[in-house]
């Protein structure tokens, strides 16, 4: 008699300890299935990284350059010195934090949007130098230049997609729940934004 009352008592232990089991292996699961997006993200947010450094380090050759003309108009190689001289001032926080931080991208982007822009200013500036047009020192770094850009692009998008994919599986039911119980963890990704205007080739109105 004592017998048949364990074994109801037994079963409920063993259904316990499988619900436990059944728990533990889900929340295993999807934090390893998190941390494995997590770091396809954080290598590719080091491609682009290496890519907009490759173009910062372009930039002094490329001023020095355009100072050797005559009569270059100097607000526009000083704008691109500027420019170039923010994005070394990003912080290490702000480049470590960018993909998981929406404001530190913000700042990331935006110092680099700078440079950008300065940059693409110049380049339209060339065009009223046929001296520096035909400048060969020149043409090669405008040739890196245009090839960084394009990699930046492509690199901007591989990101993107890789925290797109991220942030599906981190805000889904029920992995939003079992990401909430580590915290910042595994916070949402930040996106690139296209720059306003990027669509729209800059204008420079010469005297």
Do not use: C, H
Request: net charge positive; proline share 4%; glycine share 6%.
């Amino acid at each position: 008699m004592g017998q048949v009352q364990g074994r109801p008592r037994s079963y409920g232990l063993w259904i316990a300890l499988a619900i436990v089991v059944v728990i533990i292996l889900a929340i295993g699961g999807t934090y390893n299935s998190l941390v494995t997006l997590d770091q396809a993200v954080q290598a590719q947010w080091a491609q682009v990284e290496n890519q907009y450094q490759r173009r910062a380090d372009l930039v002094p050759n490329l001023v020095a350059t355009v100072k050797g003309v005559a009569n270059f108009e100097k607000s526009t190689y000083i704008a691109v010195t500027q420019a170039r001289a923010s994005v070394g001032q990003l912080s290490p926080q702000v480049l470590q934090n960018a993909a998981n931080d929406p404001n530190a991208m913000a700042q990331f982007q935006q110092a680099q949007d700078k440079l950008g822009s300065a940059l693409s200013r110049l380049l339209v500036t060339v065009e009223n130098y046929p001296d520096l047009k035909a400048n060969e020192n020149f043409l090669t770094l405008q040739s890196q230049l245009e090839g960084t850009e394009n990699r930046i692009s492509v690199e901007r998008r591989r990101y993107n997609e890789l925290a797109q994919a991220f942030n599906t599986k981190r805000n889904t039911f029920p992995t939003a729940m079992i990401a909430g119980i580590f915290g910042s963890r595994f916070n949402t990704k930040a996106y690139f934004q296209a720059q306003p205007g990027a669509q729209n080739a800059p204008k420079v109105n010469f005297p």
